[in-house]
């Protein structure tokens, strides 16, 4: 299995919304975000570190502005933590490898899929189409995508 972590390199590449979102635990705007409208098979990974995310099988629309999910790939490569800024108790979502500010997780997703929606900024992801996973190293989570 691949190493995932933070690089110079990585961060250098970064746009400067991505560094904002990702480095400065910024928001991007909702409605704003290249990702959201996407509905392509494939898995969402942390645009620092390449860890692998989400998954499109669980992304769905919530209408709040933001991709939706109702779990991560691996709560393995997700920490969630408190988050008490701007007035308001919250949980946010970073990634574990690349140390990257990913959004925030509430308690008001799909019931039946276990109640959650983690909101994710675009800015902080990179999309892997399911038709390129094996090229890019991500064969492994083939089994997390729709057919």
Request: charged content about 20%; some cysteine.
């Amino acid at each position: 299995m691949p190493e995932y972590k933070k690089s110079s390199a990585a961060i250098a590449a970064l746009s400067a919304e991505q560094y904002r979102v990702t480095q400065e635990n910024g928001t991007e705007r909702p409605w704003t975000g290249e990702l959201l409208e996407n509905t392509a098979p494939g898995i969402y990974v942390d645009i620092v570190s390449g860890e692998p995310l989400f998954a499109s099988s669980t992304k769905f629309d919530a209408g709040c502005g933001w991709p939706s999910f109702t779990q991560p790939i691996s709560n393995d490569n997700v920490q969630e933590l408190t988050d008490q800024s701007h007035g308001m108790l919250r949980t946010e979502v970073r990634s574990t490898h690349g140390d990257s500010h990913l959004g925030h997780v509430f308690n008001d997703g799909p019931v039946a899929q276990g109640g959650l929606r983690y909101c994710i900024n675009s800015a902080s992801l990179k999309f892997i189409h399911r038709d390129d996973m094996v090229a890019a190293g991500y064969q492994d989570y083939l089994s997390y995508v729709e057919e």
